[in-house]
């Protein structure tokens, strides 16, 4: 099974900051990655696959990149609805898996 | 507007049983693949099972195969997860999710359905 290793795991931010999260690959999964915004007793929401795609209606200040093994999901501005947490998941072979979740908590 | 709404989860006791169900509404329920994917309580995601747009293929997590069974009914627009020999590490919100055809992520996600496996 491909493991999905997200660092790290509480980022601490502030409202206009730029942020990175990262994502690990325990083997090269191309490009098929994608990132989830999930908040507090709701349903994950898809942001982004195929690595940098933006899902239609996701604001243009989140973006993803990367390839192989080593992906990114940045937010260039944060705005105090991004305050969440965040899931990567790999959607190349299953089984498929998600990384451990990021929390994106306010400074 | 795609709606997905889970529902017949609930208490049961260590290696019971219980049929969670997904009702959709909203696009061509039978051009669409769809999983399921839990979440433990205060825990991260993880994927459960697969059903491919006719039913004739599926995919399970190593952890609940044998024990656990999706099936679909496309003139109902529902999948099904029919879980047995429940444990307690199966407690955790079911959520049913239309894939994306073949490239295996997420694009709509139901509310979710609480499962709880305890005596």
């Known amino acids: 099974d491909i493991q999905m290793t997200q660092s790290p795991s509480t980022l601490s931010a502030s409202v206009g900051d730029r942020v990175i999260i990262t994502c690990r690959a325990s083997?090269?999964?191309?490009?098929?990655l994608a990132w989830y915004q999930q908040k507090p007793g709701k349903a994950p929401k898809l942001l982004i696959y195929?690595?940098?795609t933006l899902e239609s209606g996701v604001p243009s200040r989140f973006s993803g990149s990367g390839s192989g093994t080593e992906f990114t999901l940045t937010i260039s501005s944060l705005q105090p609805d991004d305050f969440a947490t965040y899931y990567c998941?790999?959607?190349?072979?299953?089984?498929?898996?998600f990384g451990q979740g990021t929390r994106l908590e306010i400074k | 507007e795609v709606q997905l709404v889970e529902s017949g989860g609930g208490l049961v006791q260590p290696g019971g049983s219980l049929r969670v169900s997904c009702a959709a509404s909203?696009?061509?329920?039978?051009?669409?693949?769809m999983s399921w994917v839990r979440q433990a309580p205060g825990k991260g995601l993880e994927w459960v099972a697969n059903?491919?747009?006719?039913?004739?293929?599926?995919y399970y997590l190593d952890s609940v195969r044998g024990r656990f069974a999706v099936s679909r009914d496309n003139a109902k627009n529902s999948v099904f997860l029919q879980m047995s020999s429940l444990r307690a590490d199966d407690t955790a919100v079911y959520y049913c999710?239309?894939?994306?055809?073949?490239?295996?992520?997420?694009?709509?996600w139901g509310r979710g359905s609480l499962v709880s496996v305890s005596s």
């Open positions: 083997q090269s999964i191309g490009r098929w």
């Open positions: 195929k690595a940098s």
């Open positions: 999710a239309r894939d994306s055809g073949i490239y295996r992520y997420f694009v709509s």
């Open positions: 998941q790999q959607h190349n072979s299953y089984p498929i898996t």
């Open positions: 909203g696009f061509t329920f039978s051009d669409s693949s």
């Open positions: 059903i491919n747009q006719d039913g004739s293929v599926k």
